[in-house]
């Protein structure tokens, strides 16, 4: 209903581009009718101090390729992922205590279904079967000579896109045939150049203002530092910030995500960095719900879509051949409070992840905390960890910290903001498709660091 008419003081290219800035994006005058930022927050020291280390903390240099091609999915492929919102709040007590009293079965199924389809991930060296022009029916894979130099026909015709030539060194996923042919369905190639992934985990704004700084400031990290990955947990809008909690602002809260996502999208293009948006039940204005259905972004640029992953809450990722469990919901601080122990010699964080993967579930917790609303028919579906990860991400209230758990890469990066002061984030050094020494799958994290931002 707008009138057609062209303004008096046309826009020019150059100040479309300045608005289009994170910072002006963000600015706290969008939002809040009292647009102060934290003073709290900008006068913070210690900015980029390393506060925990893992692995190799001599001589890894921080900083991603940039532009590099990195495969991010989700571990159960999309179709056996929690991709859409679904109905919830109908469950029967009797449904909640099936799903329970079932759950070791279910998990036991799970995993030998897993453990089955990793056994035929293969690492070998793509040749010709002939002396001829290798194509598309004339594939083979020949691993090392240490083991055996067998060579295996591929079929491809499962694969979408590929580029093969001889001599290429390649892992590929798929199942074996009766006939001794791969049946390849997924292809990556061997980089000997590791991958840096980031992780933080909201909120992104001081406890006393709305103002973004914190969110801005990761975003100038990313593009100093261009990490081949950047994992983005919520909350984004946090339902508990007092001027959230009392409607003290002047745009809806979807506008408020939606501007946030457009900042880090838009801000981070020129890097390459595939990002990864996972929500919180604590924002405020998505399902409330555990396990949490992934972010829509219907407005998402269609150039931005390959460089884009929407993850629900809790996932499983695969980066480059890299198992990475993750999940915003506090299961530390929750276990914490409810735990019980006469151990020796362990500390309780340990102890909290251990549970945690031997008990083969994101939330082992029963019954949960009262702020977790759990949907226990699609906990059993979406909430388990289907293996032991090589990575497991679980940001909380309680100290940061990065340690090895019985062969697993334990982290908790902190949240971004602690109050009215900075917080932490989190960032690792991973080998692509981890190799196998003696029967056993090696750790991928070369190293890890918890950085204050």
Not at 398 to 423: S, W
Request: proline share 7%.
């Amino acid at each position: 209903k707008r009138a057609l008419t062209t303004p008096e003081q046309p826009q020019s290219k150059r100040a479309a581009a300045r608005l289009s800035s994170p910072g002006l994006l963000l600015s706290p005058a969008s939002f809040s009718p009292c647009p102060t930022p934290s003073q709290k927050y900008s006068m913070r020291g210690a900015r980029g101090e390393v506060v925990a280390t893992f692995g190799a903390v001599q001589g890894p240099r921080w900083s991603g390729k940039g532009q590099t091609v990195v495969q991010v999915d989700l571990l159960e492929g999309r179709e056996d992922s929690l991709t859409s919102s679904y109905k919830y709040m109908f469950q029967r007590l009797r449904d909640v205590r099936d799903g329970t009293s079932t759950a070791v079965g279910g998990i036991r199924h799970m995993a030998m279904e897993i453990i089955t389809l990793f056994l035929v991930t293969v690492l070998g060296q793509v040749c010709c079967d002939s002396n001829g022009k290798l194509n598309a029916q004339s594939v083979l894979l020949e691993a090392s000579q240490e083991h055996g130099a067998r060579q295996v026909p591929v079929d491809l015709s499962e694969l979408k896109d590929y580029s093969l030539f001889p001599g290429q060194v390649v892992v590929m996923e798929g199942i074996n045939t009766s006939g001794s042919r791969f049946v390849a369905s997924k292809l990556y190639e061997v980089s000997l150049e590791p991958v840096m992934v980031m992780v933080a985990c909201g909120p992104y704004t001081p406890s006393d203002s709305l103002a973004y700084d914190p969110l801005i400031d990761l975003i100038n990290i990313i593009n100093k530092d261009r990490p081949d990955v950047c994992i983005l947990l919520g909350p984004f809008v946090d339902s508990k910030h007092e001027q959230i909690e009392k409607g003290q602002v002047t745009e809806t809260f979807e506008t408020i995500f939606s501007r946030c996502v457009d900042s880090i999208v838009d801000g981070t293009r020129g890097t390459g960095c595939k990002l990864v948006f996972i929500p919180s039940q604590r924002d405020v204005h998505h399902h409330y719900i555990y396990p949490q259905p992934p972010f829509t972004l219907p407005d998402l640029k269609k150039d931005d879509v390959q460089r884009v992953t929407l993850a629900p809450d809790p996932c499983t990722l695969l980066i480059g051949g890299v198992t990475l469990g993750l999940t915003s919901t506090d299961i530390l601080f929750h276990m914490g409070a409810e735990e019980i122990s006469s151990a020796t010699g362990s500390d309780r964080f340990s102890r909290i992840m251990k549970h945690m993967l031997t008990q083969r579930s994101y939330y082992p917790l029963y019954p949960p905390a009262e702020e977790v609303n759990m949907d226990y028919e699609r906990f059993q579906q979406y909430g388990l960890l289907p293996l032991t990860p090589d990575i497991l991400i679980v940001p909380s209230e309680m100290r940061y910290f990065i340690k090895d758990v019985i062969g697993c890469a334990c982290v908790n990066p902190g949240r971004l903001t602690k109050g009215q002061v900075g917080g932490t984030y989190g960032r690792f050094l991973i080998q692509q498709n981890p190799v196998y020494e003696e029967g056993r799958r090696v750790s991928p994290c070369i190293a890890g660091q918890v950085v204050k931002i």
